[in-house]
């Protein structure tokens, strides 16, 4: 089904990112607004057109994050968020790949150098993500109970018919339990996490 | 972190949630402020609910785009852009209003010829004689040969593998320029002369050169427009090489100058 075009303000698409509505149309209307001149920067910077859907996609991710992190202030354009955004992805896959392209400076990165505190929240925002990776080693089965329980807010009994696996309340409960448990023995491994986390859940949570 | 009981993390869980029922609240709450280690636990179970949250928030948006991702670039579904098309105009037109209206220099119909005789909407050749179109390529060439220019640039975005395709590209933004949306016309020809650029061929070149020096100068990017004008004088083996006159890029300079 093609989506309808819709118009929308710098103000309108953070509105709808933080409140969670109409969150889709507001990333179809990025796409539309964005996804050609990001893959014409990318032609001009010796970038295929794989690279630019996924460079796109990760700035698009990125900038979303950053809304919901608070940390979006309109001190600068959706346009330079993200185009920062994608020029630091462009830039960590080139060095990744050994390359260190020259960027095209008629473009949109001389304008870029200035949004210094844009880059910064970006940055943040990526090293918070990585940092976050240890959570992975949980396991999908405590993520599924943790984020249902936590996330969603379901009660147990919400969680029994969800989860088919589990006999009853008690054995939920247990789960949960043990989950909780082996998060908090992971983030005690990790010190980076330990200290970040502290950091990040008095601005954040 | 110390690890805490079940029965103490339920709790817990229960106080943070706000489900606590009032007198359990109270005793809880007299229990945090008198009681540091009491206060620490919570305060390690609120962090640790924060850092779930934090993370299943994270997956949720990766999903979320990742999904229109898809479905964004997924063949036929792709949006279509429409842009409010401004008045068809003919770019001879356009080139002798910018050049007459600001009234930087008196210009005979002849002299202005020189420039219009080269902005005439681009002339497709059908490319089978049998009629029967077998590419992607050939059908946007037949849908551009029957003038359809809304159409022609439906087809290109709708079609993802013609992105990168420099004649596609070329038609695609001789459609723009049709409709008058100078803006898009110029990022295609620039991206069929960036593509021919990188796989170092030469494939509709010289015309999306040619095509896009006239967008500039519709869009009044007069540095430009000469910048690529003088290129094409300058290279005899061009196919566009003789439509430069020395008059034009004479216009062109004053009106550089004047700008």
């Known amino acids: 089904m093609k989506k309808k075009k819709i118009h929308l303000s710098d103000l309108q698409v953070v509105k709808a990112i933080q409140s969670g509505d109409k969150l889709d149309e507001s990333i179809w209307y990025l796409y539309d607004r964005y996804y050609e001149e990001l893959e014409l920067f990318l032609f001009k910077n010796g970038g295929t057109k794989q690279d630019a859907e996924d460079v796109f996609q990760e700035g698009i991710t990125r900038f979303i994050k950053v809304v919901l992190s608070g940390k979006f202030r309109f001190e600068a354009t959706i346009k330079t968020y993200l185009f920062t955004a994608w020029v630091n992805h462009w830039g960590y896959l080139n060095k990744k790949r050994g390359k260190d392209k020259e960027r095209d400076e008629n473009y949109y990165y001389g304008n870029l150098q200035s949004s210094k505190t844009v880059l910064k929240d970006i940055e943040e925002s990526e090293r918070e993500e990585l940092t976050l990776k240890f959570f992975d080693n949980i396991g999908d089965k405590c993520k599924d109970v943790l984020y249902a329980f936590y996330y969603q807010g379901l009660s147990y009994k919400e969680m029994i018919s969800r989860f088919p696996g589990y006999s009853d309340e008690q054995v939920l409960r247990n789960k949960k339990h043990a989950c909780i448990k082996k998060l908090k023995s992971l983030v005690k491994e990790n010190n980076k996490a330990k200290n970040w986390l502290k950091k990040l859940l008095l601005k954040t949570v | ?259």
């Open chain 2, 1 to 259: 972190m110390k690890n805490i009981n079940s029965e103490m993390i339920e709790l817990i869980d229960s106080y943070l949630a706000g489900r606590m029922p009032l007198k359990e609240k109270e005793t809880f709450e007299k229990k945090l402020i008198y009681d540091s280690s009491f206060y620490t636990k919570v305060e390690e179970q609120r962090q640790i609910q924060g850092l779930i949250r934090l993370k299943a928030r994270d997956e949720e948006i990766n999903s979320i785009v990742a999904d229109i991702h898809r479905n964004y670039f997924m063949k036929n579904n792709r949006v279509v852009f429409k842009k409010n098309f401004n008045k068809i105009s003919t770019i001879a037109a356009s080139i002798a209003f910018v050049l007459i209206g600001v009234g930087l220099f008196e210009t005979t119909t002849s002299d202005l010829s020189a420039i219009a005789d080269g902005l005439r909407p681009y002339e497709a050749r059908s490319l089978r004689s049998s009629g029967v179109v077998s590419t992607l390529e050939e059908e946007m060439n037949a849908i551009y040969l029957e003038n359809d220019f809304r159409e022609s640039i439906n087809f290109f975005k709708e079609n993802k593998s013609l992105s990168d395709n420099p004649k596609a590209l070329f038609l695609v933004g001789n459609s723009y320029l049709e409709l008058g949306d100078n803006t898009r016309a110029i990022d295609s020809f620039e991206k069929a002369i960036y593509i021919n650029k990188r796989n170092a061929s030469t494939a509709f070149l010289d015309k999306s050169e040619w095509y896009l020096a006239h967008a500039y100068l519709k869009e009044n990017e007069i540095e430009k427009a000469k910048k690529l004008f003088k290129k094409i004088k300058s290279d005899p083996q061009h196919f566009y090489y003789d439509k430069v006159s020395t008059y034009m890029m004479l216009q062109l300079k004053l009106l550089s100058a004047r700008d």
